[in-house]
């Protein structure tokens, strides 16, 4: 119980901090952090990346998707199924294909839902409220992408976004999580634990 009320306060907290920030400073620092996380060689050399659609208070990743269409990676995106407690990976081809879903979210319409393994992709990039220097992070509290998490191959690179202010020396932890490999902020990468063998 007390690791419940210890991640609803950074919840609280972190929504309250995001909400709060100047669009201006938020555009600087997101265009900032993405152009770090595009210099990664793990980044760069993946093929199959799987990122969640931005909104609200959340760091806009479209800029993101469309550069990685552009490029030539084959995108993936998240669509909630609520009525199964999970969410089903759907591959993107152009953002005009998402429309809002369920809590909000920027999600695939039911004609271009295009499922996909989550074992064969090569990286996700996990959305997160806050995160700690070992990649554990406390999310929304849906426990989608945990689930979701748990399906990945050992070969999969879970890479994070965030402000520098997300980010926490340690957060509470469960016996469910699973930490990212890397935390993406506008003046740093975070290494938390080894990539997987093959990534650079």
């Given at each position: 119980?007390?690791?419940?009320?210890?991640?609803?306060?950074?919840?609280?907290?972190?929504?309250?901090?995001?909400?709060?920030?100047?669009?201006?400073?938020?555009?600087?620092?997101?265009?900032?952090?993405?152009?770090?996380?595009?210099?990664?060689?793990?980044?760069?050399?993946?093929?199959?990346?799987?990122?969640?659609?931005?909104?609200?208070?959340?760091?806009?990743?479209?800029?993101?998707?469309?550069?990685?269409?552009?490029?030539?990676?084959?995108?993936?995106?998240?669509?909630?199924?609520?009525a199964e407690?999970?969410?089903?990976?759907?591959?993107?081809?152009?953002?005009?294909?998402?429309?809002?879903?369920?809590?909000?979210?920027?999600?695939?319409?039911?004609?271009?839902?295009r499922p996909?393994?989550?074992?064969?992709?090569?990286?996700?990039?996990?959305?997160?409220?806050?995160?700690?220097?070992?990649?554990?992070?406390?999310?929304?509290?849906?426990?989608?992408?945990?689930?979701?998490?748990?399906?990945?191959?050992?070969?999969?690179?879970?890479?994070?976004?965030?402000?520098?202010?997300?980010?926490?020396?340690?957060?509470?932890?469960?016996?469910?999580?699973?930490?990212?490999?890397?935390?993406?902020?506008?003046?740093?990468?975070?290494?938390?634990?080894?990539?997987?063998?093959?990534?650079?």
């Amino acid at each position: 119980m007390e690791r419940g009320r210890q991640k609803k306060e950074i919840r609280q907290e972190m929504k309250r901090r995001l909400s709060a920030l100047p669009p201006e400073e938020k555009g600087r620092a997101t265009r900032a952090l993405e152009r770090r996380l595009e210099g990664l060689a793990c980044y760069f050399y993946a093929r199959r990346v799987m990122c969640y659609v931005g909104v609200g208070f959340e760091i806009d990743t479209t800029p993101l998707l469309t550069r990685a269409l552009a490029a030539g990676k084959e995108v993936f995106v998240p669509r909630c199924l609520v009525a199964e407690g999970r969410l089903l990976v759907s591959a993107l081809h152009d953002l005009g294909e998402l429309d809002r879903g369920y809590f909000g979210l920027l999600e695939p319409k039911p004609e271009y839902i295009r499922p996909f393994d989550p074992a064969k992709l090569d990286v996700i990039i996990v959305p997160g409220l806050a995160f700690d220097l070992n990649g554990y992070r406390v999310g929304q509290g849906g426990g989608y992408y945990d689930r979701l998490l748990a399906e990945i191959g050992p070969q999969t690179v879970l890479l994070a976004l965030a402000f520098d202010f997300q980010v926490y020396k340690q957060l509470p932890v469960e016996s469910h999580d699973c930490p990212v490999h890397r935390i993406i902020t506008p003046s740093r990468t975070i290494n938390c634990r080894s990539l997987p063998p093959g990534w650079i």
